[in-house]
C-alpha cells in the first residue's frame, strides 16, 4: 500500500494528503524507519563517522539520496517535503545508532 493510500485512508478518503498531519508523518516515519533501502545505508554511513557532526551530515545525505532514488522509480515523479524529511529524520536514527554502537563498543574494549 502506497504512502499516499494510507494518507487517503486515514484522512476519509480524501485524495489530497496534508503536509502537516501527524498521523500521516507518523506513518510516513515508521514506514521509513523499517525500510531496509533506506536503513542499511543509514547505518554503513554512521558506522564509519568519527565524530557526530559527521553523522548528522551522512543522514541528511543518505537522506536525501534515497529519497531521490525512490522518487525517479515512482510513475508520478515529484518530491514531497514532508516525506523527505521523514526520510532525513529515519536515516538520522539508524546513523545515530551505528554511531552509538561504534563508540560503546570502542569504550567497553
Request: aromatic residues 12%; glycine residues 8%.
Amino acid at each position: 500500500m502506497s504512502i499516499c493510500a494510507i494518507g487517503a485512508a486515514i484522512r476519509g478518503g480524501k485524495a489530497a494528503m496534508a503536509e502537516f498531519d501527524l498521523k500521516v508523518a507518523l506513518i510516513i516515519f515508521v514506514t521509513k524507519l523499517i525500510d531496509p533501502f533506506a536503513a542499511l545505508p543509514a547505518l554503513v554511513a554512521g558506522y564509519f563517522c568519527r565524530t557526530w557532526w559527521q553523522v548528522v551530515i551522512s543522514a541528511a545525505a543518505v537522506g536525501i539520496f534515497v529519497e531521490m532514488v525512490l522518487v525517479l522509480f515512482e510513475p508520478t515523479p515529484g518530491i514531497h517535503q514532508g516525506r523527505l524529511l521523514m526520510a532525513v529524520l529515519a536515516a538520522g536514527v539508524w546513523s545515530n545508532l551505528a554511531f552509538a554502537f561504534k563508540t560503546w563498543r570502542a569504550k567497553r574494549a
